[in-house]
């Protein structure tokens, strides 16, 4: 299957500050990528469609001031928290498509803000 | 009424045996569907799709789409305690945003 990549795999950061992450397609260009965050034990919340070339689309509720996503190419998407707060603490995952509907993972980015 | 329904479980079964994990969604329209598998503390990984009726049949795994029924199942044959895991069902919202909705996931055990 296609590999998806993130990065950092795990951030700790103080409140108040931002974190980038990084969601990289490794081995095929994906015009489309998708942005999740999911909480324990809870199933996968959709935060935002980012298309290359184009302005996010955001989910209902998701502040896209707070998240900001850019997608710079077509094998980079990046999900920027900003003014970090400790209930945006989560583990957030990237997706790129393939063709077709199917979706491939990153392995996520836990972040912490203390 | 959710999109996507399946059951939280556990579902628990013996090592060996046939486990099934199903799947509701209430959009009539929907083309695409998938099965993803999420242990814990990891992401999901896709492990099957299914576009048709009918079955679909990949190692140990079968996927069942039924769409006049609005259901999608996932067997595993022969489970192993490897396949513990959390089994999300995912649908293709109907046009073409490539948006996946996904159910809550049916925890599985396979017990030794």
């Known amino acids: 299957g296609a590999v998806v990549s993130q990065h950092p795999s795990r951030v700790i950061c103080k409140s108040g500050t931002s974190v980038k992450i990084e969601c990289r397609s490794l081995d095929f260009q994906a015009t489309t990528m998708f942005w999740y965050r999911q909480f324990p034990k809870k199933s996968l919340m959709l935060m935002a469609t980012?298309?290359?070339?184009?302005?996010?689309?955001?989910e209902q509720g998701v502040e896209k001031d707070k998240f900001l996503i850019n997608h710079a190419s077509l094998t980079l998407s990046t999900l920027t928290v900003t003014s970090a707060h400790p209930e945006d603490s989560s583990f957030y995952i990237c997706s790129a498509r393939v063709d077709g509907y199917e979706q491939y993972f990153g392995p996520g980015t836990r972040l912490t803000v203390t | 009424q959710k999109e996507v329904e399946q059951n939280s479980g556990p579902l628990s079964v013996p090592e060996g045996a046939i486990a099934s994990l199903n799947c509701t969604y209430s959009d009539r329209v929907s083309q695409s569907f998938f099965w993803y598998r999420q242990y814990s503390g990891k992401s999901p990984e896709l492990i099957m799709s299914i576009y048709s009726n009918g079955d679909k049949e990949d190692g140990r795994f079968t996927a069942q789409l039924n769409k006049a029924s609005q259901y999608v199942s996932l067997l595993i044959r022969d489970s192993q305690p490897s396949d513990s895991a959390t089994y999300l069902c995912a649908v293709n919202l109907s046009g073409n945003t490539g948006k996946l909705i996904f159910g809550q996931g049916t925890t599985l055990q396979v017990k030794p």
């Open positions: 980012s298309n290359e070339g184009s302005k996010a689309t955001y």
